[in-house]
């Protein structure tokens, strides 16, 4: 019995982790929507609400929490495949999961090259910037 509701209190801390990550990804793509929305703001002449700097922090701060949530997906298909094999569930099943652990982690790779990529290309940006500036 104890074991059951173990198993039960484990799959709906993987549902729970699952609607955060769900959320994390909504707010990351409303604001990367944003982003671009300024950008357009910019190029148009009219008043954009972030400067630059701004623009980049709130790109970094979302490449990092896409990374722990890729991270966190990792975990919580591990764990799912745990439970999944504590059921004895289908071979299927057990499949699909690591399936999706691997795919978890390809968004990992994915989540570190983002970041990778925004800090490489704002400081270009902030260079070519300063070298207009100096003219």
């Given at each position: 019995m104890k074991v059951n509701e173990a198993s039960i209190e484990t799959e709906l801390n993987l549902i729970n982790g699952r609607i955060i990550i769900a959320l994390i990804i909504i707010v990351s793509v409303s604001l990367t929507a944003l982003i671009g929305y300024n950008e357009k703001l910019k190029l148009t002449g009219r008043q954009p609400f972030w400067n630059a700097s701004e623009v980049r922090n709130i790109a970094i701060i979302l490449r990092i929490a896409l990374l722990i949530s890729a991270i966190a997906a990792v975990y919580f298909c591990l764990t799912a495949i745990e439970v999944l094999k504590e059921k004895k569930?289908?071979?299927?099943?057990?499949?699909?999961?690591?399936?999706?652990?691997?795919?978890?982690?390809?968004?990992?790779?994915?989540?570190?090259?983002?970041?990778?990529?925004?800090?490489?290309?704002t400081l270009e940006e902030e260079e070519l910037i300063a070298n207009s500036i100096s003219f």
């Open positions: 569930a289908l071979k299927n099943d057990i499949d699909a999961g690591y399936f999706n652990f691997y795919a978890s982690i390809f968004g990992i790779g994915a989540a570190i090259l983002a970041l990778i990529a925004i800090s490489k290309s």
